[in-house]
T-cell receptor, first 109, second 114 residues
């Protein structure tokens, strides 16, 4: 059975790079790993998605090792507005969606 | 492009009462999910539709929860009767075309059961 593990919370400062790692065993071999951001009183919002190696878009990078047992979301030069909860989402071998418990990221001035 | 719409945004009911939530997906999005998100936890999938057919309802408490998606567009989620532990945010998400399966979420309905 697939399971995801993320740090419960993280603190950082404006301008720093933040890396959040999600561990995920027994995920589907050909499914994407996706990260979402959620602000209070809002639904989750897509950040980035990848299958393997490295993916970069205008807001983040995603690093996925060859064994796909983890993934690391990298947020460059964070600002106060990046304070949110970040979730990783994977599919298990039955293609059921497995959400992590989320990482509460707090950015300080 | 309009986003996923949900209503109501907030609902307060007493236990044993009934409640219904409505979701209007992004136009053309065939896949629709209902999630329950309890405070401090990640979303928990309740049911997945593909057009008007159910793909996965294995985690839906069918003794009290029901959902439908008539005509493959709007969807409703109903709870009857509600329990205290149903207090949560109910999120609707849809997937568009393409192979990346990016989910687009609505703002959610916050349900408080007293």
């Amino acid at each position: 059975l697939a399971k995801t593990t993320q740090p419960i919370s993280m603190d950082s400062y404006e301008g720093q790079e933040v890396n959040i790692t999600c561990s995920h065993n027994n995920i589907a071999t050909n499914d994407y790993i996706t990260w979402y951001q959620q602000f209070p009183s809002q639904g989750p919002r897509f950040i980035i998605q990848g299958y393997k190696t490295k993916v970069t878009n205008e807001v983040a990078s995603l690093f996925i090792p060859a064994d796909r047992k983890s993934s690391t979301l990298s947020l460059p030069r964070v600002s106060l507005s990046d304070t949110a909860v970040y979730y990783c989402l994977v599919g298990d071998s039955n293609y059921q969606l497995i959400w992590g418990a989320g990482t509460k990221l707090i950015i300080k001035p | 492009e309009a986003g996923v719409a949900q209503s109501p945004r907030y609902k307060i009911i007493e236990k044993r009462q009934s409640v219904a939530f409505w979701c209007n997906p992004i136009s053309g999005h065939a896949t629709l999910y209902w999630y329950q998100q309890i405070l401090g936890q990640g979303p928990k999938l309740l049911i997945q539709f593909q057009n008007n057919g159910v793909v996965d309802d294995s985690q839906l408490p069918k003794d009290r929860f029901s959902a439908e998606r008539l005509k493959g567009v709007d969807s409703t989620l109903k709870i009857q009767p509600a329990k205290l532990e149903d207090s949560a945010v109910y999120l609707c998400a849809t997937i568009g075309q393409g192979a990346t399966d990016t989910q687009y979420f609505g703002p959610g309905t916050r349900l408080t059961v007293l």
